[in-house]
Nanobody
Framework: QVQLVESGGGLVQPGGSLRLSCAAS????????MGWYRQAPGKQRELVAA???????NYVDSVKGRFTISRDNAKNTVYLQMNSLKPEDTAVYYC???????????WGQGTQVTVSS
């Protein structure tokens, strides 16, 4: 049974920081590309950051220089360090695991991030 469990969301003031974690089980974590998506009310889900199995990364333009994605294959965990948070970063953040060879695609349950004063 595949599980992706996110943690680390919460309420933070503008300019603050949060670190999201996603612990994976039931998959061979090291071969999966991992991503963080977000969905704000009334908006489509968007890819925020992704990291390949070889640790290449990419980011949506709006978070470049503020967010950092990383992975620890020994802990089967992917992280999203979010700095200089803005109110427009408010959304539910979802962890995603994708294995291209077989098109396996899994989602976590989401964690709420609210940036407000």
């Amino acid at each position: 049974q595949v599980q992706l469990v996110e943690s680390g969301g919460g309420l933070v003031q503008p300019g603050g920081s949060l670190r999201l974690s996603c612990a994976a089980s039931g998959i061979i974590f090291r071969v999966y590309a991992m991503g963080w998506y977000r969905q704000a009310p009334g908006k489509q889900r968007e890819l925020v950051a992704a990291i390949t199995s070889r640790s290449s990364t990419n980011y949506v333009d709006s978070v470049k220089g503020r967010f950092t994605i990383s992975r620890d294959n020994a802990k089967n965990t992917v992280y999203l360090q979010m700095n200089s948070l803005k109110p427009e970063d408010t959304a539910v953040y979802y962890c995603n695991a994708f294995y291209e060879a077989y098109r396996y695609n899994y989602w976590g349950q989401g964690t709420q991030v609210t940036v407000s004063s």
